[in-house]
């Protein structure tokens, strides 16, 4: 199995490689994001342990870029100490799993072996129904080109229809989903933000996307000009 690490503090890089390299990995060390972009898109790695704090490309942007470019390959990101921003802006970007630093490395090797029994397969990190694209890192629609301006929680409703595109979702689910456990509000809410959505990303754009299944929810569909 061969490994990529990106680390730009030398001595850690080194530790990491020998500690890996005893446990049976080939690895491969990165200094910065410029040079892991390159190793990346060079070698086929069967994972990849990448630091978020890198000078230039930082590992964020070094996640991103892969993912757009079709690369797949799992990805473990370090993280600072109590970081959970890191945490989640990690898995936003296309990660797979994450650690916080300083960590055991025996819980690294676990990890790792963990990523490599899942394999690699396509996840993208922006969801697209038809010609909409919603991104769940920056929280933001776009349809034919133009920008959605969303309420946090349509938002939320849209990014769950999306996941589950072109099947029915009942009322009872997007309650679960989008709202906290704590609601106490009329489900009549749901057809309100629905209503809302609809307007924002079918009326405004002539389309009928998001489809109302009489008697069973909604679902979301591709349906381009």
């Given at each position: 199995m061969r490994l990529l690490v990106v680390e730009d503090e030398k001595r850690l890089a080194a530790a990491l490689r020998r500690g890996l390299e005893l446990a049976g990995f080939a690895v491969d060390i990165a200094m910065d994001g410029k040079q892991a972009l390159w190793l990346a898109g060079e070698h086929p790695y069967d994972a990849i342990v990448l630091d978020i704090m890198l000078p230039g490309v930082n590992g964020f942007q070094v996640c991103a870029e892969l993912r757009e470019k079709g690369n797949w390959t799992p990805i473990l990101m370090l993280t600072a100490k109590d970081g959970e921003l890191d945490e989640a802006e990690a898995l936003d970007t296309?990660?797979?799993?994450?650690?916080?630093?300083?960590?055991?490395?025996?819980?690294?090797?676990?990890?790792?072996?963990?990523?490599?029994?899942?394999?690699?397969?396509?996840?993208?990190?922006?969801?697209?129904?038809?010609?909409?694209?919603?991104?769940?890192?920056?929280?933001?629609?776009?349809?034919?080109?133009?920008?959605?301006?969303?309420?946090?929680?349509?938002?939320?409703?849209?990014?769950?229809?999306?996941?589950?595109?072109?099947?029915?979702?009942?009322?009872?689910?997007?309650?679960?989903?989008?709202?906290?456990?704590?609601?106490?509000?009329?489900?009549?809410?749901?057809?309100?933000?629905?209503?809302?959505?609809?307007?924002?990303?079918?009326?405004?754009?002539?389309?009928?996307?998001l489809r109302t299944v009489r008697g069973s929810g909604y679902r979301l569909v591709a349906d381009a000009a």
């Open positions: 296309g990660a797979d799993d994450f650690l916080s630093k300083p960590f055991s490395f025996v819980v690294l090797e676990a990890r790792l072996r963990a990523l490599l029994r899942r394999g690699s397969r396509e996840r993208p990190s922006v969801l697209s129904v038809g010609d909409i694209q919603i991104d769940p890192a920056t929280r933001s629609v776009r349809r034919d080109g133009r920008e959605i301006e969303l309420t946090a929680k349509e938002f939320s409703i849209l990014e769950y229809l999306a996941r589950r595109q072109s099947e029915v979702v009942s009322k009872s689910d997007l309650l679960a989903h989008a709202w906290d456990f704590a609601f106490d509000g009329a489900p009549n809410n749901v057809e309100v933000h629905i209503s809302n959505l609809r307007r924002k990303i079918d009326k405004d754009f002539e389309r009928n996307s």
